[in-house]
């Protein structure tokens, strides 16, 4: 396999109480990690915002401006940027995550399917997987609560994706947030199990109102390693050179071909997610 390079970022924050900061947050970070050489960077879920308790009251406009923001610091950054946003459609508002690339474009949305309790008072869900790339390089997403359904990843690394890119945020009672770190483990699981690397970034420390976030934002190797990892208290960004070749995708791949009963069932599902993101799956 041809080595490629991709240096990747995670952005850890502790999220304001208006939408200009936040945003304020996410311009200063997006150069700091270009200057560091970071290719692309991710950020928390609903950093825009910030993830809250309430979100009602939010105003489409404001929120598209704040990240045409962001899609501008990705233009003059030159570097590719990944962050949570509430997004607004067909009368309805969605937990996403918007992919700006070097050129500022918004080049995919994904929005969130599996809607944790808090998300399901105001959100509606998604009906896509995600795939796209990142300079040339095939990549998914899941967004929070959604590493507890593993085939969100395991269908798109079937489809060619080397990179799982996941924002979270935080919003639990102190002891909630504490036992969550130990789950959070398995983002080490899922990274081996799929062959890929993978990039968690989460919000960090006190929310407001009693309630907390873990931090722990990191980034996994194919292997399981833990290539950087931020602690649970700061606010940081991290950094890790992945080595696309790597990647191979090796257990992915051989669940496809066996046990040969499945492999229809595979590639009807495949096709199917193929359909809903108009993409031509490769494999």
């Given amino acids: 396999m041809k080595q490629i390079q991709l240096r990747v970022a995670a952005a850890q924050m502790r999220f304001q109480p208006t939408i200009a900061r936040n945003v304020r947050q996410i311009v200063e970070r997006v150069h700091?990690?270009?200057?560091?050489?970071?290719?692309?960077?991710?950020?928390?879920?609903?950093?825009?915002?910030g993830y809250r308790r309430e979100f009602t009251g939010l105003e489409p406009q404001a929120v598209n401006q704040a990240c045409a923001e962001v899609a501008?610091?990705?233009?003059?950054?030159?570097?590719?940027v990944l962050v949570?946003?509430?997004?607004?459609?067909?009368?309805?508002w969605f937990n996403s995550l918007l992919f700006f690339d070097r050129r500022g474009r918004e080049a995919f949305r994904y929005s969130k399917i599996h809607l944790a309790a808090w998300d399901r008072r105001f959100f509606a869900r998604?009906?896509?997987?995600?795939?796209?790339?990142?300079?040339?390089?095939?990549?998914?997403?899941?967004?929070?609560?959604?590493?507890?359904?593993?085939?969100?990843?395991?269908?798109?690394?079937?489809?060619?994706?080397?990179?799982v890119f996941h924002p979270n945020a935080g919003l639990d009672t102190l002891q909630v947030s504490r036992a969550k770190r130990r789950g959070r483990d398995g983002?080490?699981?899922?990274?081996?199990?799929?062959?890929v690397y993978y990039v968690f970034a989460n919000s960090v420390g006190h929310q407001g109102n009693g309630l907390w976030s873990a931090g722990d934002s990191k980034i996994v190797g194919p292997d399981s390693r833990i290539l950087a990892l931020a602690n649970n208290r700061d606010e940081t960004v991290i950094q890790a050179e992945c080595?696309?070749?790597?990647?191979?995708?090796?257990?992915?791949?051989?669940?496809?071909?066996?046990?040969?009963?499945?492999?229809?069932?595979?590639?009807?599902?495949l096709t199917l997610c193929g359909r809903q993101l108009r993409l031509k799956i490769c494999r």
């Fill in 72 to 80: 501008r610091v990705a233009r003059e950054a030159h570097c590719n």
């Fill in 243 to 269: 080595d696309l070749s790597q990647a191979g995708r090796q257990y992915a791949r051989e669940a496809l071909a066996q046990p040969a009963f499945l492999r229809a069932a595979w590639k009807q599902m």
């Fill in 32 to 49: 700091a990690a270009a200057r560091r050489g970071a290719d692309v960077i991710l950020f928390p879920e609903c950093a825009v915002t």
């Fill in 84 to 92: 949570g946003s509430p997004t607004f459609r067909n009368g309805a």
């Fill in 187 to 195: 983002i080490a699981v899922r990274a081996f199990e799929n062959q």
């Fill in 126 to 163: 998604g009906n896509s997987l995600a795939f796209f790339r990142v300079d040339g390089v095939p990549a998914t997403a899941i967004i929070c609560h959604e590493r507890r359904f593993p085939e969100l990843v395991r269908l798109p690394v079937m489809m060619g994706a080397q990179i």
